[in-house]
């Protein structure tokens, strides 16, 4: 029989994919002797099950599940409306990898009209009780019900309001009895039903609520945001009550060993006096520094730090840790490996690592790739924002960036607008998990409430999007869609700017700047390359992206666009007078003037690239796409070239293709026009032979286009080398080059070995492949691909993250048949897939020598082929 149910005694950290992270994580501080209170997990599986097997927990799991109780009477010396030693639990979900705010939690189950009388006698602090069961009231009719928190919340605080009560603390245990008659009435307005008075009832339901909150929308929305796999399920866990708000001397919070934001090597948290969990993490009070613990309760404070200390070394990780001290005593309810900017992540990395606990191959893998994009985009600029105005500087640096954007209200309000293509910031007095769509429509949040680790706080930091919280000094007025502060009234619609390292807000836009890396950044990225095996290349043609991927460490080039250079007016308009030339003297004379173009362009390259390769793929667009469409182009371009606007229109008909991608175009357009692809090797090779003149030797590496027979790429190569050797006959000097291809069509995939006798090199071109293995259009499958996902027809979108069943398998089969027959033939790959972190470490796997993205991904892909090592290495086919 399937084990569906582990105490905490039973498990370990190695068991998250059973227990989730959170239930092996409490398991492995049982173990190690620290303040866990007792509880047991429901499994992964048994979540699984569930969700397959209908609505409804099956009779081996209840039967585990009584056992397990009576186990946990046992050990606790309690149990369920016992008159002497009242059992309360906490129910709360755990999946395998950490989704902060996006499930649910129940305190004080157990409760019910008696017990709640039993826990006032026994603690003698009615208030206290009834403080308990109204949160129970309120947690578990919206986590099993679905009733609305503001059904409770508006009362609550409408309750407050009428008699004078400042803070949720002074309410007296008659008022609050008076407010759970109130919620229990709720109930029947709501669901028709009245609150389960029975604990058992309570936990079943509570069960099966934290099971299927693992199908909720904003669960799933956060899992396809941080692809998490959707079929993994949650654990849930039961665990013993202790109370942070019994008094004065009890409290709650969360705390980090490290500072998550800068990565400041000290304690960073937050804790609230007389408060339970919920109260933290919702930013409904504003809570204290873990410092101040120091002074109200100094011997707890010392234990937290020293249990801190020994968490982090033995998990070898920043730790996030939730904790609750009841009547002095501390108790640990939570560690993981905590969320953290991008620049925090790299620091703390770093830091351990000199630190002697972990070494440089474990610092890689403490990093996430997302996360490294964080540090290379903008700031705001210094003079900037010296004549900005200030809106706000009190606000808590929650998330780090900086971001402009027009202000909405609401989350609805936020994905309508960027929909549309406008930036937004989003401004809420607090979030939820409900806003998740709307944050990450957003440029930046604001709240009002809450502190560093609220809410928005953590999921923004985990998105790595700017946010600033706890800005008190304002007034977020969504319900008149207006924010007061002391300058005035913003609606929405206004533009305003948020830094969310400093945690200030400006009115209108302010310029921003290029970030600079840190040394810390240089020295993991170093760590990064020592452990990477696979190269990475960049996709660049400009001489500013060239520079920009040399900096970041690029091996070289290995894509240049050709068709991107022929663009400028000047340049226009003789690629035009060459498509409509009529004989081939016309069509060399336009060739020529293009050629001088061309060898500008390829010399500055190959200069900025030295010695290290640069892959230049010759003309690879239909000509279409080098005609004019509109009728005003279509008129300057007639008298350019002194034609009528009848014959050049003519011409364009000529030309069209009902599907221009599988048309004329790539070596196509060699074979029928060999002097176009000759003329671009002659400017190549001059740039070369210049430069060489100069003493800088280059390694030009020339690409053919679209190969789908050996025929097409044997013809064109022998051109080229016909013309290469005429050249350096002329100049009576040699350079290095390399012909190779771009394996873009499933043909050449099938006939790679031949192709490999031939070729110096392959890179695959993943879009195109991507394209004509599906026969998707990339320009048209987003009408579609959202709707794949949501139904599970496809994992991911195959032109962001490779198709390993398809596309995959192509790549596969023809890396190997290639090697086989040529051992030496350098492999690569380009397009988009060339700078994702799933696609990557599949390519490191099957002997492909090198990717190449876009320069701004290059450090990105670079940590993703070191990690790649770490996991497992090449594993060669």
Known sequence: MTKYIYAFDEGQKSMKDLLGGKGANLAEMKHLGLPVPDGFTLTTEACIKYLEHGSKLSDSLMDQLNTQLADFY???????????????????????????????????????????????EKTE???????????????????????????????????????????????????????????????????????????????TEAIEAVFKSWDNDRARIYRELNEIPHDIGTAVNIQEMVFGNSGEHSGTGVAFTRNPVTGEAKLFGEYLLNAQGEDVVAGIRTPKDIESLKEQMPQVHQQFVDVSKRLETHYKDMQDIEFTIENGQLYLLQTRNGKRTANAAIHIAVDLVEEGVISKEEAVMNVEVKSIDQLLHPNFDEQSLKQATTISKIGLPASPGAASGKIVFSAENAKEQAEKGNKVILMRPETSPEDIEGMIASEAIITTHGGMTSHAAVVARGMGKCCV?????????????????????????????????????????????????????????????????????????????IQTGYQFNAKGIGLVRTEHMFFGPERLIEMRRFILSDTQDKRINALNKIQQYQMTDFEEILKLSGQRPTIIRLLDPPLHEFLPSSVEEKNNVAQQLNVSVRELEQYIESLDEVNPMLGHRGCRLAITYPELYVMQVEAIVKSALRLKAQGIECQPEIMIPLVSTVAEFTILRAKIVEKIEQLQQEAGETIQYLIGTMIETPRACLIAGELAKVCDFFSFGTNDLTQLTFGFSRDDAGKFIGSYSEQGVLENDPFQTLDQDGVGQLVK??????????????????????????????FSQIDIDYVSCS???????????????????????
């Open 125 to 203: 602090d009615a208030r206290f009780a009834y403080d308990c069961y109204r949160r129970l009231l309120q947690m578990f009719g919206e986590v099993v019900y679905s009733i609305p928190m503001a059904s409770f919340d508006t009362y609550f605080n409408q309750y407050k309001i009428k008699h004078g009560y400042q803070n949720d603390a002074d309410i007296p245990a008659e008022g609050l009895q008076v407010i759970c008659d109130h919620f229990k009435e709720v109930y029947i307005e709501e669901v028709y039903k009245p609150f389960p008075q029975s604990p058992i009832d309570q936990l």
């Open 469 to 545: 919280t706890g800005c008190s000094d304002i007034e977020i007025n969504v319900i008149d869609k207006v924010v007061n502060y002391s300058g005035g009234t913003l609606h929405e619609g206004d533009v305003i700017s948020v830094d969310g390292a400093k945690g200030d807000i400006y009115y209108g836009e302010v310029s921003t700047m290029k970030a600079e890396r840190s040394e810390a950044f240089e020295q993991f990225m170093s760590w990064a390359e020592d452990v990477a095996k696979l190269q990475v290349r960049m996709n660049a043609e400009t001489p500013q992206d």
């Open 855 to 877: 320069p701004f991904r290059v450090p990105g892909a670079l940590l993703s082929t070191a990690q790649s090592e770490v996991k497992g290495g090449r594993l060669h086919v």
């Open 74 to 120: 046992e050990r606790t010396q309690k149990s369920f409306s016992s008159d002497t030693a009242l059992l309360l639990v906490s129910v709360r979900s755990g999946a395998k990898i950490s989704m902060p705010g996006m499930m649910d939690t129940i305190l004080n189950l157990g409760l019910n009209d008696d017990n709640v009388k039993k826990l006032a």
């Open 813 to 842: 089969m023809a890396t190997k048949q290639a090697k086989a027959v040529n051992p030496t033939i350098k492999i690569g790959v380009c397009g988009e897939l060339g700078g994702d972190d799933k696609s990557i470490h599949y």
